[in-house]
């Protein structure tokens, strides 16, 4: 077990097979950084393209397909003053018919940061919301792992792999599971948001760049279907596909599939407890694939599964 200092001089747009910018091993704690979606580094400066650029990919000594690759985020904050945001919501999200009502000038919000308060504040532009300032609730929007049979896919979308989930419960003290597909894993991270509502429904979070620490641990000969996690209060599925009731569908299979093969519960037991105790939430509707979240309370769990 060491800690791992990277400093990122290459981004990738897409997670794939890429040669790994570092090797690390299960037990390893990594602290590095992130741009923002549009490539902006700690000084606000754009030291890359944009599109949801990646640090990585971190290539987990003795990871191989058919194991499960575990990410503990141990700390993600911003680590500037000013983030940024779309203003508009996404056409998809509303009714057709209210779509020519919408504003038609794009513009991009700008957001002052108090990293000591754990504030941001709405600078540019003017509107009838004032300087409205809301709590710091960061989290990453977008990361996993080499998708399978050599595929490299958009930062811009999400699978069985992860991807740009934007699901706002990715925040520090989280533990998440990735299915392994390739040889090392190669873990990819980035797209740090400082706040972010469900959905994603303009397009972004307040975007931002980030200070990361991770730690990773490896599962071997454990088979995962979809990416899982869990917190202090939570265990969690996810499910990325779109129409969103495919996502949905994902993310609840994955649960079963958790609640029977991992923690001893019979079939009908499982469906009883979802069926009455299950929690969704929404992740990305922005973007070409959906992400739905299947959550349960660990204090449901029978004593001897928690």
């Known amino acids: 077990m060491a800690i791992r200092h ?12 890429y040669e790994p910018v570092l090797r690390i091993s299960g037990g390893d704690t990594v602290i590095t950084t992130t741009v923002d979606n549009a490539g902006r580094d700690a000084s606000d400066q754009e030291v890359t393209p944009g ?26 904050w911003p680590n500037r003053r000013i983030g ?14 209210y779509v020519p009502e919408m504003p038609q000038e794009h513009i991009t919000a700008e957001w002052e940061l108090d990293l000591e308060k754990g504030t941001a504040t709405l ?14 609730a960061p989290m990453l929007g977008c990361f996993g792992v080499a998708p399978p049979r050599g595929q490299i896919i958009s930062s811009g979308t999400s699978a069985a792999h992860g991807g ?9 003290g989280v533990t998440v599971y990735f299915p ?23 397009g972004t979070g307040i975007e931002i760049s980030f200070d990361v ?6 599962l071997k000969d454990k088979k ?21 009731d495919q996502a949905l569908q994902h993310a609840t299979t994955e649960m079963i599939r958790w609640l029977q093969d991992d923690l001893g519960l019979d079939a009908r037991a499982a469906h009883i407890l979802l069926g009455q105790c299950v929690e969704y939430d929404v992740g990305n509707v922005f973007d070409p694939a959906y992400t739905m979240v299947c959550k349960l309370k660990k204090e449901l769990l029978p004593k001897r599964m928690k």
Do not use: C
């Open 224 to 244: 995962i279907n979809w990416p899982r996690a869990e917190n202090d209060e939570y265990i969690l599925t996810v499910g990325n596909a779109r129409p969103l």
């Open 180 to 202: 392994v597909f390739v040889p090392g894993a190669l873990l990819f991270m980035g797209d740090g948001h400082a706040v972010q509502g469900d959905g994603e429904i303009v």
């Open 84 to 97: 940024r945001t779309s203003t508009i919501i996404a056409s998809n999200v509303v009714e057709p018919y």
């Open 123 to 136: 600078i540019k532009p003017e509107t009838d919301l004032g300087r409205l300032t809301l709590p710091l």
């Open 6 to 17: 990277f400093q990122p001089n290459i981004y990738y747009t897409a997670l794939g097979s």
């Open 213 to 218: 620490q991770f730690t990773v641990q490896l």
């Open 51 to 76: 599109g949801n650029p990646q640090t990585g990919p971190f290539y987990v000594e003795s990871a191989e397909p058919g194991d499960t690759l575990v990410v503990r985020f141990d700390k993600l």
């Open 164 to 172: 740009n989930m934007d699901y706002k419960g990715f925040a520090a």
